[in-house]
């Protein structure tokens, strides 16, 4: 198991109890929502920093590049 780090945060109540509702969805908690969240981020900032895009194919085929914050 991964050294694991406690951490604290004062976030928007927005933002947080949507992240809490898709959690539950799935059957996680917060914890593993803001995990999920984190190393999505994560994962698609070192693609774009290796050159990848990010793009977004629409139900009606189109297709959006996503630029991240």
Do not use: C, H
Request: hydrophobic fraction near 40%; charged fraction near 30%; charge should be positive.
């Amino acid at each position: 198991m991964p050294d694991l780090v406690r951490v604290s945060a004062v976030l928007p109540e927005g933002p947080v109890k949507e992240l809490r509702e898709r959690a539950a969805a799935k059957g996680d908690n917060l914890t593993q929502g803001l995990k999920t969240a984190i190393s999505t981020k994560l994962f698609l900032e070192n693609e774009i920093a290796d050159g990848g895009k990010v793009l977004i194919k629409r139900k009606d085929g189109s297709t959006v590049e996503v630029n991240l914050p």
